[in-house]
T-cell receptor, first 111, second 114 residues
Framework: KNEVEQSPQNLTAQEGEFITINCSYSVGISALHWLQQHPGGGIVSLFMLSSGKKKHGRLIATINIQEKHSSLHITASHPRDSAVYICAAVNYGGSQGNLIFGKGTKLSVKP | NAGVMQNPRHLVRRRGQEARLRCSPMKGHSHVYWYRQLPEEGLKFMVYLQKENIIDESGMPKERFSAEFPKEGPSILRIQQVVRGDSAAYFC????????????FGEGSWLTVV
């Protein structure tokens, strides 16, 4: 069992839909990253959070430390949101860049 | 402020050759990280470096792989005597180094071993 699990693995949505991607982890963490990998392969960091909730534009990330669970929400989805979304945990006590990655959620938003 | 720069973007090597991948961190960032993404697999941590120091190399294969981040110049990931299994995307990332800060990724270097 992977230490960081994401669901769903694949997600297809219609433009405008509200989207939720889930991330569960089994290790103690000091922080969790949400990343976006574009179809061309480049990776963009969306959020880094250790508690609570963060919002940037149409993206919202939440984390529940007690339940070891994080979610990424996209409101009013758009075809340009189509990408692979990856959560990555910073193992508590580990070095800050030593991330444990989920396998990613491939999102496709249809017009 | 330029982002994390990686080169080459694409590299083809024959089995047994050496591959060198370069990474220039964002201006003001002193911490560099390398990750590998094998085909159809997730990202894996390889190594974490500061200037002239390796901080964490727990993800580096024991043989043929090495990394450096000299006082001057880019960080380099070096793979000696490449094999087909080394074919992957290699991502570099950087951060200013303070705890719990965003990590900024480069566009990646795609290595193909033929």
């Amino acid at each position: 069992k992977n230490e960081v699990e994401q669901s769903p693995q694949n997600l297809t949505a219609q433009e405008g839909e509200f989207i939720t991607i889930n991330c569960s982890y089994s290790v103690g963490i000091s922080a969790l990253h949400w990343l976006q990998q574009h179809p061309g392969g480049g990776i963009v960091s969306l959020f880094m959070l250790s508690s609570g909730k963060k919002k940037h534009g149409r993206l919202i990330a939440t984390i529940n430390i007690q339940e070891k669970h994080s979610s990424l929400h996209i409101t009013a989805s758009h075809p340009r949101d189509s990408a692979v979304y990856i959560c990555a945990a910073v193992n508590y006590g580990g070095s800050q860049g030593n991330l444990i990655f989920g396998k990613g959620t491939k999102l496709s938003v249809k017009p | 402020n330029a982002g994390v720069m990686q080169n080459p973007r694409h590299l083809v090597r024959r089995r047994g050759q050496e591959a060198r991948l370069r990474c220039s961190p964002m201006k003001g960032h002193s911490h560099v990280y390398w990750y590998r993404q094998l085909p159809e697999e997730g990202l894996k941590f390889m190594v974490y470096l500061q200037k002239e120091n390796i901080i964490d190399e727990s993800g580096m294969p024991k043989e043929r792989f090495s990394a450096e981040f000299p006082k001057e110049g880019p960080s380099i990931l070096r793979i000696q005597q490449v094999v087909r299994g080394d074919s992957a995307a290699y991502f570099c990332a950087s951060s200013p180094g303070t705890l719990e800060t965003t990590i900024y990724f480069g566009e990646g270097s795609w290595l193909t071993v033929v």
